[in-house]
């Protein structure tokens, strides 16, 4: 049975079982801000848990792309060591939201496991919650009954908290769990030792295969457990295991879902896979790992950069990059080659990635190309600090491997592992605490609980059709964050738009008639819209009226649809493959990022510019509806990539041959609403991605205005009708004068070099005659005086110590120059002298090579004791 097979089985399996079945969330989380990934199957799922929205269906199965390499859940180190760990991997799961509880998931896992893949039933054992009195949790009677009905008891095991009871995080959805474990090793050894006692003991045979988990309550911020509105069923069956058991594999990497792209390294590498523990074989499993991660997190939107998931994505190619350097001897990009062959693989259930290709073999190659750039050096320098160390590698060193060559503290971590060495990470972490740079982490947000006002629902979000309301508090919680104390709140109905698809949060305020709270900001959490306010109102339960600020909101409006006319413009100009990569639309501007691999000429910007101004003057009606996706989508409407839809989506056309996109952000009624559109600026954003920033209405008004101005008051200055030519001419004079100049400057060093050789003092250099010049000149800069010393060595033969001084407006300049016979011979250096002598005298510094320093100061009055104090050398 192949991989695609079993995953349809799965699919197919639950959708008997009533179960709507649901495509993957992407693997970059939005609108969350306790994760950077998807990292389980329940993560899209968690509003519903908490009773913050309604699902489509209570029950839904799906297969889910997950990543895990941070925080609780990493397993990076592992990836490739041993048999079953990923970074990327698939999680097939069953859900019920408040309808069946432990005896249906049991049974239908059960089921599923022994009469549809056949999975010997001796082989598997199942794992029951033993309860923790010290936190008042029952043990799991319910689910140790129904597993009594289908398995002997002597293939139960009972789990304690860390094994049988499911946390996402330190706070969230929980409740206990029952675990489906299966025994792979051979008949023989099963007789030795049998399998419930290797349960949970990280055998690599004896394995996790199916968790059950029965969410039930809800942990909270100091700690303490809540019972959740209704009872759930979250279930996870790791994909890759599941199909390594069916196909009677010893390991995950030795299933279909990596061996095509074994043979593919195999072909462009010319190395062979064995299955061993060499570092070789770990290069094939790390590199067919890793792809994965990599090309699906960039299909879904999330490029790689220096800070945040980005940095997470570059950690992981990089790391891939150095198994392939270094253990199969591969020096060029190797990582894109292989992503045609993942994206094929992938095609029916993740097409996002066949649909990106070239676009994602772009970014991937542009990365590799980059940190080929510095691995070589890089590991070098680690070879230095391994050689140079015993047991521990200084953490400042670490630091420098970091900031200097690109290498993540990981794949330090790594090399120096396999060299019987560990990092000082005190060190590096204090280092990084120092760098004021792109890897400094956001300040930590410090959030409490929930505070409960009222159960009262409403109308949720109205603010498309509505700036003002009457709404009431929902509940509310403190938060802070660098020293500062917000608060967010909840309603039954919000007018305010939440920040979502690149447009900014509205503002406001809240009216209580003798009280008003000003809203700072509208964001989302999952589907929860929170408004952040500065102060609590006095009374929480009191009705208000809430007020979108409108001239913000119109402004922003404006952006937002410019995007889509800009985005539709694109497409006409530059080709179909532009696609929307991000966006961030407030009320003074917007920025859009694009997939396109050039620089867009003046003509292209122009014509751009042209064909969404045509369409403003059209005043063409912006029509929004809502309707099925794949209606949407049979219409031409544009989805973006990484963008989590429902079924029932929101279109916005203007023009159906125009401008087709799905979006859930404000737009104007009329496109004449937007004035005008100016891009004022474009440029490179990341590897084949490119970033407008354009004006629109009175904000591009006021910008031709001041461009305008400008030309005019420029014009006045050069008395002329035309600056540009007249700017032109008096460059072209400035070209002629600056050579004039050079000509001059080039006769004026040429006479004080005649006339600073008539001024040399004899010395000895090792019983051969030398010369000697200590002198202060008159340049105009400090690249005249270095100038004047090279002129100088043409007639001062093989042996000579040369000091130049200037005071150049005030300021002290030197210059020491020695000839090879100074430095060998009488074992004096430049630099040494510069830092001896000078920087004391001028208060200032410099440096250089052996034979030629320069320095500069702020104090001009000490030049001729410095060349006196240099001249008694000699």
């Not at 544009?638 to 996109?661: C, H, I, Q």
């Amino acid at each position: 049975m192949t991989s695609a097979e079993i995953r349809q089985q799965f699919l197919d399996f639950f959708a008997s079982k009533k179960h709507q079945i649901v495509p993957s969330a992407p693997i970059v989380v939005k609108n969350d801000p306790t994760l950077l990934f998807t990292n389980a199957g329940m993560n899209q799922f968690k509003d519903y848990f908490l009773g913050n929205s309604v699902p489509s269906s209570s029950r839904i199965a799906d297969t889910q792309k997950c990543l895990r390499v941070s925080g609780k859940h990493n397993d990076l180190e592992e990836v490739g060591v041993d048999t079953y760990h990923h970074t990327m991997f698939e999680m097939l799961g069953n859900w019920s939201f408040g309808d069946y509880f432990k005896a249906e998931a049991i049974a239908w896992s059960w089921e599923l496991l022994t009469e549809i893949y056949k999975l010997p039933k001796d082989r598997l054992y199942v794992s029951v919650f033993e309860g923790d009195p010290a936190e008042g949790i029952p043990a799991s009677t319910i689910a140790l009954q129904e597993w009594k009905k289908l398995v002997a008891e002597d293939h139960i095991i009972y789990g304690n908290k860390k094994d049988n009871f499911w946390e996402m995080g330190d706070t969230g959805p929980c409740g206990p769990c029952s675990e489906i474990h299966v025994d792979c090793r051979s008949d023989e050894e099963r007789t030795k030792i049998p399998g419930s006692q290797l349960v949970n003991k990280d055998h690599p045979q004896v394995i996790e295969i199916w968790n059950n988990v029965f969410i039930q309550y809800n942990r909270l911020k100091d700690g303490s457990l809540v019972e959740l509105p209704a009872k759930h069923v979250d279930t996870g069956m790791g994909f890759e295991r599941l199909v390594r058991v069916i196909q009677g594999k010893q390991s995950n990497y030795d299933t279909d879902v990596f061996t095509g792209t074994f043979e593919v390294i195999e072909k462009l590498t010319g190395n062979k896979y064995d299955r061993s523990d060499s570092k070789e074989a770990i290069a094939f499993r790390v590199i067919a790992d890793h792809i994965r991660a990599i090309g699906f997190t960039i299909a879904d939107g999330q490029l790689p950069s220096n800070t945040g998931a980005g940095y997470v994505i570059r950690r992981i190619l990089r790391r891939a990059v150095r198994y392939y350097y270094s253990y199969l001897n591969y020096k060029q990009p190797l990582l894109f080659q292989l992503m045609p062959v993942l994206a094929k693989q992938f095609e029916t259930v993740f097409p996002e990635l066949q649909q990106q290709l070239d676009f994602v073999n772009k970014v991937v190659k542009e990365e590799e190309d980059a940190f080929l750039k510095t691995l070589d050096k890089g590991l070098k320098r680690m070879d230095d600090m391994i050689n140079n160390s015993t047991d521990i590698i200084d953490g400042k060193a670490a630091f420098e491997l970091f900031d200097t060559f690109g290498f993540p503290i990981d794949l330090t971590r790594l090399i120096a592992s396999e060299n019987n060495r560990t990092i000082d990470e005190a060190g590096f972490e204090s280092e990084m605490q120092q760098q004021k740079s792109r890897s400094r982490a956001a300040a930590t947000l410090d959030t409490e609980d929930w505070v409960i006002v009222s159960e009262e629902k409403g109308e949720g979000f109205v603010g498309y059709n509505l700036l003002s309301t009457q709404s009431t508090i929902t509940k509310y919680r403190k938060i802070s964050a660098k020293g500062k104390t917000q608060f967010q709140l909840v309603f039954n109905t919000t007018p305010f738009y939440a920040e979502s698809g690149g447009q900014v949060g509205d503002s406001g305020w809240l009216d209580f008639g003798s009280e008003k709270i000003s809203v700072t900001d509208t964001k989302k959490e999952n589907d929860l819209i929170v408004h952040f306010v500065n102060q609590l109102p006095t009374n929480t339960a009191k009705p208000f009226t809430a007020i979108v600020d409108a001239e913000r909101r119109l402004f922003t409006c404006y952006n937002h649809t410019a995007t889509h006319l800009l985005h539709a413009a694109l497409r006409k100009v530059l080709g179909t493959h532009v696609a929307q990569k991000g966006s961030l639309v407030n009320e003074e501007s917007l920025r859009f990022d694009f997939s396109h691999f050039a620089r867009l000429t003046e003509e292209e910007i122009t014509e751009v510019e042209h064909i969404v101004n045509e369409k403003i003057r059209q005043n063409i009606p912006v029509v929004i509806t809502e309707m099925p996706k794949e209606e949407a989508l049979k219409l031409g409407a544009m989805a973006l990539f990484g963008e989590k839809y429902g079924n029932t989506v929101r279109v916005v056309v203007v023009d159906p041959n125009y401008s087709v996109e799905l979006c859930g952000g404000t737009h104007v009624m009329h496109t004449g609403m937007i004035g005008l559109l100016k891009i004022t600026a474009e440029s490179a954003v990341a590897a084949g991605v490119r970033r407008i920033e354009a004006l629109t209405g009175s904000n591009a008004f006021h910008f031709l205005n001041k461009q305008y101005t400008e030309l005019k008051t420029v014009a006045g200055l050069l008395k002329t009708q035309d600056p540009i030519k007249a700017v032109e001419k008096l460059m072209l004079e400035k070209q002629e004068t600056e050579k004039r100049l050079e000509s001059l400057e080039t006769k004026q060093l040429q006479s004080i070099r005649d006339i600073l050789l008539q001024k040399t003092k004899p010395i000895l250099i090792g019983g051969e005659e030398g010369q000697f010049i200590g002198e202060i000149v008159e340049v105009n800069s400090a690249d005249q005086l270095k100038k004047l010393c090279f002129d100088l060595k043409i007639g001062l033969g093989n042996h000579y110590f040369v000091v130049l001084c200037a005071n150049i407006a005030g300021k002290a300049a030197v210059c020491i120059m020695l000839s090879d016979s100074m430095v060998n011979e009488k074992g004096l250096e430049a630099p040494k002298l510069i830092k001896e002598y000078a920087t004391p005298l001028i208060k200032g510094g410099g440096g250089g090579q052996k034979t030629l320093a320069t320095a500069g100061g702020q104090d001009a009055s000490n030049l001729s004791e410095l060349i006196l104090q240099i001249s008694r050398l000699v």
